[in-house]
């Protein structure tokens, strides 16, 4: 079946250092991928997505390239802040309409 | 961005009680609702998917007899949680779908925190 698996954190970043983090996923035909962000004590909240081969989606500066020759969907960021500390979960839908998280990456940036 | 509410925020109640969540969505008719409930630390599992007006689709291992979805029009969706037990407790998150594609986003609501004492 459909799998999603994301780096284990957590991981800890200085204010305006880079950010990747590796998404990887497993799936028959063409998936929509997204990456969402939750902030502590709250909800999830869509970061960004990509539908298709080669897309890339980007939202408050984060950006996430469809790679379909290595299943990948990497985030990443070029200066992170404070604020961007938070809970990050790659996930995919396929048939059916059926969200498929990663286990989350947990994003520490100290000033 | 379509917005999504879940009511209550949180909620503490007795064992043996049983509680409903809310959930709708504001500003968009949501064809079908997702429920989602999420361990501390862990990733979230999907409990239960409903379309309006037809019965919840269940995943394995999800009691649905202890787990009442209802989603009774296209604005909302309420999940009751009945007679609850401590092991109960955690963070429930619904989301809402306009259409029923592949590729349709699903939004979030902000989550209730539940605990059984």
């Known amino acids: 079946g459909d799998s999603v698996t994301q780096m284990e954190g957590p991981v800890t970043l200085s204010e305006e250092a880079f950010l990747t983090i590796n998404c990887t996923y497993t799936a028959t035909g063409y998936p929509s991928l997204f990456w969402y962000v939750q902030y502590p004590g709250e909800g999830l909240q869509l970061l960004l997505k990509a539908t298709k081969a080669d897309d890339k989606g980007s939202n408050k500066g984060f950006e996430a390239t469809y790679r379909k020759e290595t299943t990948s969907f990497h985030l990443e960021k070029g200066s992170v802040q404070v604020s961007d500390s938070a809970v990050y979960f790659c996930?995919?839908?396929?048939?059916?309409?059926?969200?498929?998280f990663g286990g989350g990456t947990r994003l520490m940036v100290k000033p | 961005g379509a917005v999504v509410s879940q009511h209550p925020s949180r909620v503490i109640c007795k064992s043996g009680t049983s509680v409903k969540i809310e959930c709708r969505s504001l500003d968009f008719q949501a064809t079908t609702m997702f429920w989602y409930r999420q361990f501390p630390k862990k990733s979230l599992m999907l409990m239960a998917t409903?379309?309006?007006?037809?019965?919840?689709?269940?995943e394995q291992g999800v009691e649905k007899d202890k787990f009442l979805i209802n989603h009774a029009s296209l604005t909302l969706s309420t999940l009751t949680v009945t007679s609850a037990h401590p092991e109960d407790s955690s963070f429930y998150i619904c989301?809402?779908?306009?259409?029923?594609?592949?590729?349709?986003?699903?939004?979030f609501g902000p989550g209730t925190r539940l605990t059984v004492l």
């Open positions: 409903s379309n309006e007006g037809s019965k919840a689709t269940y």
């Open positions: 996930a995919l839908i396929h048939a059916g309409n059926m969200l498929t």
């Open positions: 989301s809402a779908s306009p259409g029923t594609a592949s590729t349709d986003t699903q939004y």
